[in-house]
Nanobody, 118 residues
């Protein structure tokens, strides 16, 4: 599985961005997908997740501002980010996992930088 993330950039406080993550492989529609972020000096944190059936959950800091969605026909997961704040500045990573030979294997995209200026 290969994940290719895009859509990051520089935006002002209160602005919006949409991140995309396109996955290779035939199992995308059956896989849960997640977005994580990591700011300098901080641990990577879960931002949002979506199951294969479309159920979603969000980190407390982004609830009501971010929306995760998926298009199985395009093997793509999106993260719509509205009302961005400087504290949202981080590298954003998409993630999925799969069971390989009885073990769970994590797959990560390359990361896309989001910078929110005040």
């Amino acid at each position: 599985v290969q994940l290719q993330a895009s859509g990051g950039g520089l935006v002002q406080d209160g602005g919006s961005l949409r991140l995309s993550c396109t996955a290779s492989g035939r199992t995308f529609s059956r896989s849960a997908m997640r977005w994580f972020r990591q700011a300098p000096g901080k641990q990577r944190e879960l931002v949002a997740a979506i199951t294969s059936g479309g159920s979603t959950n969000y980190g407390d800091s982004v609830k009501g501002r971010f929306t995760i969605s998926r298009d199985n026909a395009k093997n793509t997961v999106y993260l719509q980010m509205n009302n961005l704040k400087p504290e949202d500045t981080a590298v954003y990573y998409c993630n999925t996992n799969a069971v390989m030979y009885g073990s769970i294997v994590d797959y990560w995209g390359q990361g896309t930088q989001v910078t929110v200026s005040s």
